[in-house]
């Protein structure tokens, strides 16, 4: 009787659908190429993007299937050069929900290039679970020939249902290869190889619809960030300047004026800032502004009280963030304090 039992569970458990035991990833779309329409099959520049609804983007890989129970939902249709704080924070409050309620094992956001490693950036800070959050699009849009999306997609869904890709920092997947959300930057203006980590390098990589990784996140991620957006509704001002042979001082002081928050100074080689705008500088982080040395060059770490007094003058060192990730952060850590040397011990730990 115990084994007729056991055979009738055994014909149960194989008729149920294949797709029983498969992992629910979530598809979050804000725009970008990956939804977007040339005239053209050549048309690979001047097309539009952030056309297609989040519907055609999957119905154009029904391969995911295989991979996960697929939703999708379109949380934006912008052009990621568009892409706003309030959409972070809308993007932040749907993905802890859909983590947070079971609903999903694995979100993929679908972006524009563009701007996608800063939002990147963003959630690996405010995503509050270990579970996997990918994002992923296109350099190329839907129409073009050798389009990009399609795929990407594909290996972006692949990464998240897996298990090995949790508590790895919010990943992203383009063109066969897994970067971390903190090193990812965009380096050429068209190709699909666009990507790049700099000095640190790629987490991995994605083939045959199997992520295989060689490296960890180390710096503080998801699950263990000490910040929590979810009942903000805006975020402090920080603004980016940019260091160059003789640049004027005008632009700080035009920011100083409009009361911003925070101000990253984009400078030369180890951060440094011209002599010009360098009394500005002082006299913002005297008045409470955050002010924050980063570096144009791409790759490499500030010195603290190297090039400049950075203790006397209450100013912060991006670590080797570029100045639109040290702006993230700092968008972040004056949610929670002003002082200049905890904020520096935040860019020390994140
Ligand atoms: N301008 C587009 C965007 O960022 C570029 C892309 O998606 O590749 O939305």
Redesign the pocket.
């Known amino acids: 009787m115990k084994n007729y039992a056991l055979a009738v569970l055994f014909v149960f458990i194989s008729c149920l659908p294949a797709q029983a035991g498969l992992p629910k990833v979530l598809i979050l779309a804000t ?4 939804a ?1 329409t040339g005239t053209t099959a050549t048309q690979t520049a001047g097309y539009k ?2 056309v297609l609804p989040v519907e055609s983007l999957l119905a154009a890989v029904p391969q995911i299937k295989e991979l996960a129970l697929v939703a999708g939902e379109q949380l934006a249709q ?4 568009n892409m706003t704080p309030a959409i972070w924070l809308k993007l932040a409050a749907r993905i802890n929900k859909a983590f947070s309620s079971g609903e999903a094992d694995g979100v993929v956001v679908t ?6 490693e800063e939002t990147a950036y963003f959630l690996n800070l405010t995503v509050k679970s270990s579970n996997t959050v990918v994002l992923t ?3 190329r849009p839907s129409t073009a020939l050798s389009a990009d999306g399609a795929m990407n997609l594909y290996n972006a869904v692949a990464v998240a249902a897996e298990r090995a890709s949790e508590n790895r920092g919010v990943l992203v997947c383009l063109n066969d290869q897994i970067n971390g959300a903190r090193e990812v930057t965009k380096t050429n203006t068209s190709t699909p190889d666009t990507f790049r980590s700099g000095d640190t390098g790629l987490l991995g990589y994605v083939q045959g619809g199997k992520p295989v990784y060689y490296k960890a996140t180390v710096r503080v991620h998801t699950a263990q960030t000490a910040f929590d957006v979810l009942a903000a509704t805006t975020l402090p001002r920080v603004e980016i300047l940019y260091g160059y042979a003789g640049v004027s001082p005008a632009a700080a002081e035009s920011l100083v004026a409009a009361k911003a928050d925070g101000i990253i100074y984009a400078g030369v080689g180890n951060g440094s800032i011209y002599e010009e705008v360098l009394p500005v500088l002082k006299k913002a982080s005297a008045a409470g502004t955050a002010v924050v040395r980063a570096s144009r060059a791409g790759n490499g770490l500030i010195t603290r009280n190297g090039e400049e007094a950075d203790d006397l003058n209450g100013f912060i060192t991006a670590d080797n963030l570029t100045p639109q990730k040290a702006r993230v952060l700092l968008m972040l850590a004056l949610t929670k304090t002003r002082n200049p040397a905890e904020i520096q011990e935040i860019f020390l730990s994140y």
């Open positions: 725009g970008g190429t990956i977007g993007a952030a912008v052009d990621s050069k972006h524009g290039t563009d701007t996608m699009g296109a350099m």
